[in-house]
C-alpha cells in the first residue's frame, strides 16, 4: 500500500492540473496508512467538482483522527447544511458526526446529531438505522426497535434494518425472534456480519451445526471481518 501511495504521489506530482480524483485517492490511500497530515493536505486539495463533498466527509474525519474536534465538527456541519451537496454524503456526513461523538461515549449526542438529520433528510432510513443502533449502544432498547420496525414497515427486506433489530433481539435474549428476521437479511444482503449474528442466534437456540455453517458462509465472503471474528472468538471456533 505505501508503494502504491508513493506511485500515485508522483503520479500527481508530474498532473497540472491534478485530477480530483487522483487527489481524493491519494486521501483516501493516506487515510488507510494512518497517514492523517498528508490525507489532510489531499483533501484540501479538492475545492470543486463532484469529488469535493467526498473530500469534505472525509475531512472531517480525518480532523477528528488528528484531535481536532471543533474543526472536525464545523467541517461535518457545514456539509450537512449545504443544500447543493448530494443527499448520500449530506446522510454519511450526521452519521460521520455521530461516530466522533459515539467515539467519545457521547451517545446522547449521537443520537441528536442523528435526529437533526432525519429532520432535513425526510426520514431517512439510513439515519434511522443508525439512530437505533445509537439507541442501542445508550441502552435505549425500546427506542431502537421503534426506530427499525418503522424502516421495516416501509421496506420489509431492508437488511441493515432486519440485521440491526436481529442483532438487538439476540442481545436482549430473544434469539428465536431474531433468527428469522437475520436469516431474512442474510437472503437480502449476504455479509459476514450478517452472519455472525445469524450464527449467533441459530448457536443461542441450539443449533449449532446450522449456526457453524452460517459463519462458514460468513468467513468465505470475508475471513478478516471483525464483528465475525470476536463472535466466532466469543463461542471459540
Known sequence: LRLLFAEAEGVAAAQAPLEPALALLLGELAERLQ?????????????????????????GVVLARQERFEAAMETLRALQDDEAADGAIRREAYIAEADQWESRRRRDDAIAALT??????????????????????????????????????????HAPALRALGALLVARGEPARAEPLLARAWASEPRAP????????????????EA?????????????????????????Q
Open 116 to 157: 437533526r438529520g432525519l429532520a432535513v433528510l425526510e426520514d431517512d432510513p439510513g439515519l434511522r438505522v443508525a439512530r437505533a443502533r445509537a439507541a442501542r449502544n445508550a441502552g435505549r432498547h425500546a427506542e431502537a426497535e421503534a426506530d427499525l420496525r418503522t424502516v421495516l414497515a416501509r421496506d420489509p427486506a
Open 194 to 209: 450478517v452472519a455472525a449474528s445469524w450464527g449467533e442466534a441459530l448457536w443461542l437456540l441450539g443449533r449449532t451445526a
Open 35 to 59: 497517514q492523517w497530515p498528508a490525507a489532510e493536505r489531499w483533501y484540501r486539495r479538492l475545492d470543486q467538482g463532484e469529488a469535493r463533498d467526498r473530500a469534505r466527509l472525509r475531512l
Open 212 to 236: 457453524r455453517e452460517a459463519w462458514q458462509k460468513g468467513r468465505r465472503l470475508d475471513p478478516a471481518d471483525p464483528v465475525l471474528t470476536d463472535t466466532l472468538e466469543r463461542y471459540g
